[in-house]
């Protein structure tokens, strides 16, 4: 097997009460919080893309308001040691009523299942070290606090 890039997607939304929503999620025996978002398809533009996870996700539409930051180090994936992530996060806004039930604690899935995605919003105040699972998330979610501090 050879070595090779995925790119991945994401979309930073915030509410009118300065939260932010996040996915938690369950894949291969791992428990996760992520940004809303996911894998870009080959043909595809990562302004599609985004627009399509945003849809396939939460069942909304949305548009794109401004790029926020593409990964700059390198990161191997959590999930295939031969993939190198790269990482793109647009701040996000919907065009129409979000279509999903949000949850009011992490990981509070109907069934413990592969894939079993929820969401919920969070204060973006409240982003610390510990909100996102993924390095890339990490970052971008520290780089968010900071944005509000200043």
Partial sequence: M???FNVRVYGILINEKNELLVSDEYHYEKFITKFPGGGL??????????????????G???????????????????????????SIYYKV?????LKIETKNKPFDFET?????????????????????????DKKVGMMLKEEIRN
């Fill in 112 to 136: 413990i299942i592969e894939d079993a995605q929820v969401f919920r919003w969070i204060p973006l105040s409240d982003i610390d070290e510990n909100t996102f699972t993924l390095p890339i």
């Fill in 93 to 97: 806004r919907l065009l129409d009523q």
């Fill in 41 to 58: 398809d080959f043909g595809e533009g990562t302004i599609d893309c985004i627009k399509r996870e945003i849809m396939e996700e939460t």
């Fill in 2 to 4: 050879k070595e090779t």
């Fill in 60 to 86: 909304s539409k949305a548009e794109v308001i401004s790029h926020f930051y593409t990964t700059d180090f390198f990161q191997r994936s959590a999930f295939n040691e031969l993939h190198q992530i790269i």
